[in-house]
């Protein structure tokens, strides 16, 4: 059974920084991807970033380009979301997922999700 256990939100203000964690239970050969994706109150879950295991090629949304960086340590079976200059808008709760079909932004191509880590960010 795959288990993602994502870790590291809180409660920031406005230009603040936070990295999220997101621990994989073994390092997920079949799904070369991991991905983060968030949820604002009322709206839909929009991909934010997401790298693959091998080689570490990252693709991003543009409202956070820039801002946040994806990384992974293999090792560790750890991605991490290094959230920068975060603003209000930016408040949601973040989930993390494993997928196998590229830097896809869809969530339809993640086949694992985590709990979610709630971010907010206070003006």
């Known amino acids: 059974q795959v288990q993602l256990v994502e870790s590291g939100g809180g409660l920031v203000q406005a230009g603040d920084s936070l990295r999220l964690s997101c621990v994989t239970s073994?390092?997920?050969?079949?799904?070369?991807?991991m991905g983060w994706f968030r949820q604002a109150p009322g709206k839909e879950r929009e991909f934010v970033a997401a790298i693959a295991w091998t080689g570490g090629n990252t693709a991003y949304a543009d409202s956070v380009l820039g801002r946040y960086i994806i990384s992974r340590d293999t090792g560790k079976n750890t991605v991490y979301l290094q959230m920068n200059s975060l603003k209000p808008e930016d408040t949601a709760t973040y989930y993390c997922?494993?997928?196998?079909?590229?830097?896809?932004?869809?969530?339809?191509?993640?086949?694992?999700w985590g709990q979610g880590t709630q971010v907010t960010v206070s003006s």
């Open positions: 073994a390092r997920l050969s079949v799904y070369a991807v």
């Open positions: 997922a494993a997928g196998s079909a590229g830097l896809s932004k869809l969530r339809s191509q993640y086949a694992y």
